[in-house]
């Protein structure tokens, strides 16, 4: 099972890593998503994932830490993703005026002289 | 404690100066008189102590862990430093009150003017050194504001940044040198530096701290080969300058050689640069001063030579010559205050400052003229004037000395009279030049006298000037002593302060040197009223114009040559570097230790999840196959791969973390949606053999990077989760205290809102400043003139098809709303102690919100549900914080969080923490920044 998850995440992180290197702006967007579903996993895993229940403890003392999944990774992620959305929108936003303003939708704000 | 209030109130002052209307010019002089009179009559209240040779500490500690703490140190010397800073600056603000007109924005000058002066205070009070170099730079800094106070002139711009450029660049060196000096004491404490001169002087080091402590004295007190930034800081207000050039700035290099005058003096290093820059500068600065045309240039050059003076006296590694100096600084700063003060009313009554143009002002401003004649007198060294004592005191020295050479020895007492000559020459110059002759034609004004209290300041220093001379040891003397003894403590010499001392050396060296000046002056005559602006035998070296090419190298020529080097305006290799730098930043530990798998055995793979990521992988590829050429094929398909991440977070017991991604994923979808309409079309792809060909190498380098992340990602991926977690986690104590001290049992929202609810505050923060920076950018944003066009599917729409075109799913979105608002409430509710919180509620209202965008269109949603989203974020902003201070009114630190047990009549046992404040903040946030970036896109379909 890991090993399934491992590649997923390589696969996201590639083909992320490869749009990010694109020179048009959508898919630069649509590769730092990708690229940052496989960046929030790699941080979620990095905690206990293997068959703990979900980190809801219950209200008797004591706690059985073992039987629970890590719950700081998911804390950390969670706010990571919804801090990626922000900065896709305003990634998005900004590529858009970028893109009012020069006429073209290539990164760097003019088309290749090629 | 009076220490840190004779410390603060210039500060204090500083501060309350800058809140007084412009033209509050009595206002601001009162209150600038009175910090400087308050700060001088503690100083004085110092007396006894400091006549009794007692050292008053004070001390906070600050870094204990760094041996740095803030220390106030005062000894006489410093009292002496203190008395004259607050003294003369007492003068200067009576000068300014008349000096500045009223069109000139005053509470900016007598701000910076206090803030400068608590700066001065804050290094001759310091006991420690890097404090001592923290309060010069402070200095640099207020005298740049104070010498650029006339912002429009270009000359005060220039002038104040080469003040800064140099001085500050000194303060370096002083920071570097004062590090080197703590290294060799082995504190930074200025008491254990002065109980280690053995020590300091014997060190291997010592040659490299004199050198870097030096280079910060001189260039403060405009030595040679550093001293024409000083004629250019002319183009101050007046005032400034008096204060800068007499008792203030420049005289604190002189303060600190002779600080550190007991502890480094005594070696041939010493003996050499001290006295060698001293000479230079002595020489170089007077003769310069004869050929000056404007008042203040002549004074400024005559400064340096002044300045030079003091630093011979004390390059000579004599305690007597070490007390001339200490009585020079006195003199000097009273003379030369007045003379600038007198130049400044010249200026102020007549329009000019040109010695060219001024002519026997005598007539206008008797008074005036007699003030400056016997002021000039005193720099010119006349008998029975205070300039007279130190002079004497030098050429006594200069027949003396014992240096390593012994020519030098002999030539000096020659140096000396040559430099009395020039001093008397352009004393001359001053005095002749402006009040006799014919009286001037063609002024801008016609002369006057001053105010009444413009002349005060002048008038009492140049009292001070003639008591001082007459009657030295009675006057002077107490005060001198008291700040030589703290000085030089065991090694203080015996001195006798009196005007007579019978027919000697010093004496005829005196009268030479008035007769040859005189000489010189009349000799030069032909040549001073031809008038040109340039110095006889002079090299044409000019300070200024080597200080501007090194400049304009440093920061332009070669910063540029850098740029075209290593810079690039293209996006793609930058991140390609960042992305290579990653990559081998992460294979280098690898590539240093290997990498191994973990003990552990994988776990059974299911079908399911195996099939969902196959799914997952073949979506990913999809995108980044489709992105360029189908946008809403790649947007879906990297949809797809999103939730199968989510499903992933199912899988591995996340359920908050897959609310939330689903969720995201949702806006995420919308959110490009919205954006897809104002991107270009895409020209259909032509292939050519060429342009594949071109193309091929960048591809293949980029999918080798891509390859290579990715596979490195996934082998770290595999070697975590095949090794078991360390015993000892944080998480470990989240989970056991999550219930007894968060009051929730959903550990994850309990870390987020309470645990670690400073970040939290932090993000949400961030989640605020990109709604409203997106939210300010579509504000300005111009489409591209070919999608200003609706879209075909809007243009062929009629009124009667929008509305039926989505009716069904309209209306059941339209139903969907209270329930999505119901189902956000709920979310948030429970999420203390199940999935859910703020987070998660906060999308999911805002996702119904867009949908009845969607159902309903921008105005037709808006003319029913008004939203305001930044109400939203700055409510939201706003409680998170105020929960987080609620705790400090009950004495915890900030974001303590508090269960609260409440029983309610109807809903029973109720338990309420405070961080349900923080999460519906949280919520509250959340709603009004996605909000506010949906609405803000949806609106651009609209607008006109």
């Known amino acids: ?114 | 404690m009076l220490l840190v209030l004779l410390l603060g109130l210039p500060f204090a002052g500083s501060i309350a100066a800058a809140f007084f209307p412009t033209n509050a010019r009595n206002a601001e002089a009162w209150l600038a008189a009175g910090v400087a009179v308050g700060g001088l009559a503690i100083a004085g209240s110092f007396y006894p102590q400091m006549a009794y040779g007692q050292v008053l500490r004070f001390e906070l500690e600050w870094l204990p862990a760094f041996g740095l703490s803030f220390a106030l140190r005062m000894d006489g010397f410093a009292w002496m430093f203190a008395s004259l800073v607050t003294g003369i600056g007492f003068l200067v603000v009576i000068y300014a009150r008349y000096y500045m007109s009223p069109a000139d924005p005053v509470p900016r000058f007598f701000s910076f003017f206090l803030a400068f002066m608590g700066s001065m205070l804050g290094v001759v009070l310091s006991g420690n050194l890097i404090q001592l170099v923290f309060f010069w730079e402070l200095t640099s800094l207020f005298s740049f504001l104070l010498i650029g106070y006339w912002h429009q002139s270009a000359a005060a711009r220039d002038g104040a940044r080469m003040a800064l450029v140099i001085t500050s660049a000194g303060g370096l060196c002083l920071f570097a040198g004062a590090l080197v000096l703590g290294r060799i004491v082995g504190s930074y404490e200025l008491d254990a530096l002065l109980a280690s001169g053995e020590r300091i002087r014997g060190h291997a080091l010592y040659l490299p701290a004199l050198i870097l402590v030096l280079l910060g004295a001189f260039t403060k007190s405009a030595q040679f080969p550093f001293h024409f930034w000083l004629p250019h800081a002319m183009a101050a207000p007046t005032p400034v300058s008096a204060y800068l050039h007499s008792a203030a700035m420049v005289k604190l290099g002189v303060f600190l050689i002779a600080r550190l005058w007991p502890v480094m003096s005594g070696t041939d290093a010493w003996m050499w640069t001290v006295g060698i820059v001293g000479l230079c500068s002595l020489l170089l600065g007077a003769y310069a001063a004869i050929f000056q045309h404007d008042l203040k240039g002549l004074l400024a050059y005559s400064t340096i030579s002044h300045l030079g003076l003091i630093t011979v006296l004390l390059g000579l590694n004599s305690a007597l010559a070490a007390v001339a100096a200490v009585f020079h600084i006195l003199n000097h700063a009273t003379f030369k205050a007045s003379l600038f003060m007198a130049a400044g009313v010249i200026d102020h009554e007549s329009g000019t400052r040109d010695i060219r143009r001024l002519n026997g002002l005598y007539r206008f401003m008797p008074i005036t003229a007699t003030l400056a004649m016997v002021a000039a007198a005193a720099m010119a060294g006349v008998p029975l004037l205070n300039g007279f004592l130190s002079k004497e005191m030098f050429f006594a020295e200069s027949l003396t000395v014992e240096g390593p050479v012994e020519t030098l020895n002999r030539a000096l007492r020659f140096i000396a009279v040559l430099w009395g000559m020039f001093s008397v020459a352009y004393s001359l110059r001053f005095i002749h030049g402006v009040f006799f002759g014919q009286p001037a034609a063609g002024l801008p004004r016609t002369p006057k006298e001053p105010p009444r209290w413009m002349r005060f300041p002048i008038e009492l220093l140049v009292l001070a000037c003639l008591v001082v001379g007459i009657l030295p040891a009675i006057t002077i003397g107490p005060i001198l002593d008291v700040g030589v003894r703290a000085l030089l403590g065991a090694e203080a010499p015996a001195y006798s302060l009196a005007v007579w001392h019978g027919f000697t050396g010093p004496l005829v060296m005196s009268l030479i040197a008035l007769a040859g000046g005189a000489a010189l002056y009349v000799l030069l005559q032909g040549f001073l009223r031809r008038g040109v602006e340039k110095i006889p035998l002079f090299p044409p070296v000019d300070g200024r114009r080597i200080f501007d090419r090194v400049l304009v190298a440093l920061s332009w020529r070669w910063a540029r040559g850098l740029d075209a080097l290593l810079g690039t305006r293209r996006l793609q290799p930058q991140l390609r570097w960042a992305i290579a730098a990653a990559l081998l930043a992460g294979l280098w530990p690898i590539w240093q230790r290997g990498l191994q798998w973990g003990p552990l055995p994988s776990s059974e793979i299911h079908p399911a999840l195996a099939l969902a990521w196959a799914v997952g992988a073949v979506c990913a590829l999809g995108a980044a196959w489709q992105a360029k050429f189908h946008r809403l094929v790649a947007l879906i398909l990297a949809g797809g791969a999103g939730l199968v991440v989510c499903l992933t977070f199912v899988w591995f017991s996340a359920p908050d973390l897959a609310l939330t991604q689903l969720l995201v994923e949702i806006v995420t979808a919308v959110l490009l949606l919205l954006g897809l309409r104002w991107l270009p079309k895409r020209v259909p792809f032509v292939w050519t053999a060429a342009g594949a060909r071109a193309a091929l190498p960048r591809r293949v380098r980029d999918l080798a990077i891509a390859a290579a992340s990715g596979a490195g990602l996934a082998a770290i991926a595999y070697a975590v989760m095949t090794r078991p977690l360390p015993d000892n986690t944080i998480s470990r104590y989240f989970m056991e205290h999550a219930y007894p001290e968060g009051g929730g049992t959903n550990v994850v929202n309990v870390i987020l809102v309470d645990f670690r609810g400073f970040d939290t505050l932090g993000e949400i923060a961030v989640l605020g400043v990109v709604g409203l920076a997106v939210f300010a950018l579509l504000r300005r944003f111009r489409p591209a003139p070919e999608s200003t066009e609706p879209p075909p599917q809007q243009k062929e729409q009629s009124a009667a098809s929008a509305a039926e075109d989505l009716l069904v799913p309209a209306i059941i979105m339209r139903l969907m709303f209270p329930a999505m608002a119901l189902l956000a409430v709920y979310l948030l509710l429970r999420g203390h102690n199940l999935p859910g919180g703020g987070f998660v509620a906060g999308l999911t209202l805002a996702t119904g919100v867009i949908l009845q965008y969607m159902a309903g269109g921008t105005r037709w949603a808006e003319s029913r549900l008004a939203i305001r989203p930044v109400r939203w974020i700055g409510v939201g902003l706003l409680l998170a914080a105020a929960t987080g201070l609620g705790s400090w009114l009950f004495a915890h630190p900030f974001l303590t969080s508090h269960t609260a047990h409440l029983h309610l009549p109807l809903l029973g046992e109720l338990h309420l923490p405070s961080a349900f404040f923080f999460d519906l903040g949280v919520f509250s946030l959340v709603v009004g920044a996605t909000g506010l970036v949906l609405i803000a896109l949806a609106h651009q379909s609209i607008r006109d």
């Open chain 1, 1 to 114: 099972m890991e090993l399934i998850v491992a590649l997923g995440i390589g696969v996201l992180a590639g083909c992320g890593v490869w749009l990010v290197l694109r020179p048009r702006t959508f898919q630069v967007v649509i590769g730092l998503s990708l690229f940052s579903y496989a960046v929030n996993l790699l941080i979620f895993i990095m905690g206990w994932v293997r068959g703990g229940r979900a980190p809801i403890v219950g209200t008797s003392a004591p706690v059985d830490v073992a039987s629970f999944t890590d719950p700081l990774p998911q804390a950390l992620v969670l706010t990571a993703i919804v801090i990626s959305f922000a900065t896709t929108a305003l990634l998005l936003v900004v590529l858009l005026a970028a893109r009012g303003l020069t006429g073209t939708d290539h990164v760097d704000g003019r088309e290749p002289e090629e």
